[in-house]
């Protein structure tokens, strides 16, 4: 009996626990992408997302705690993609982003000069955030996505990449489009 008590104190004690970030034993994210990139290709997402990105609940949406810092995975995560093979990406940015102002998300200013850096000369497409989160829902009834999720607290700093055919391209399907009619 004694024991029995002793375990629901103990079980109580850790149910009260609050569960931190840093305290989810999660999978290594990188272990997981260089598992995944192989089987993702044309119309699957990658989504690097800021702290707030809501864990969604469409069974093709797997989302991994990163740990790290959003630039470093949004770097890591480009570089994987442009050394695969089979795929290529769109980058999907938020276009509010453009328009937060330090005032209100102190740090706003440095996270976007970090952000261009690393994006450097690449295509970027712009879209306001509904319009992208649109478009990753419908990919995501058919598609699998992968959201890795980092601790960035600033607005409207979610990376999304949409993946297409490395191999293929627009030009080489409008060609083949033509071609067969």
């Not at 931190?20 to 260089?34: C, F, G, M, S, T």
């Not at 598992?35 to 702290?51: E, M, Y």
């Not at 290529?88 to 102190?106: C, F, K, R």
Request: glycine content about 4%.
């Amino acid at each position: 009996m004694i024991k029995l008590a002793s375990l629901l104190i103990m079980c109580g004690t850790l149910i009260a626990m609050p569960v931190h970030a840093q305290n989810v034993n999660e999978p290594d994210w990188r272990a997981i992408l260089k598992q995944k990139l192989p089987i993702l290709g044309h119309r699957n997402f990658i989504v690097i997302a800021d702290s707030a990105y809501p864990m969604q609940s469409n069974p093709g949406i797997e989302t991994i705690y990163t740990g790290d810092k959003q630039i470093d995975v949004v770097k890591e995560v480009i570089v994987a993609i442009e050394k695969a093979p089979h795929v290529s990406g769109t980058i999907y940015l938020d276009q509010e982003l453009d328009y937060v102002p330090e005032i209100n998300a102190p740090g706003i200013d440095a996270y976007r000069a970090s952000l261009n850096a690393v994006l450097g000369l690449r295509t970027v497409m712009r879209l306001p955030h509904i319009d992208i989160i649109k478009k990753l829902d419908e990919s995501s009834d058919l598609f699998n996505v992968l959201i890795l999720k980092t601790d960035l607290t600033l607005p409207y700093t979610s990376v999304f990449i949409e993946l297409g055919a490395g191999y293929w391209n627009d030009q080489s399907e409008a060609e083949l489009r033509k071609n067969m009619k």
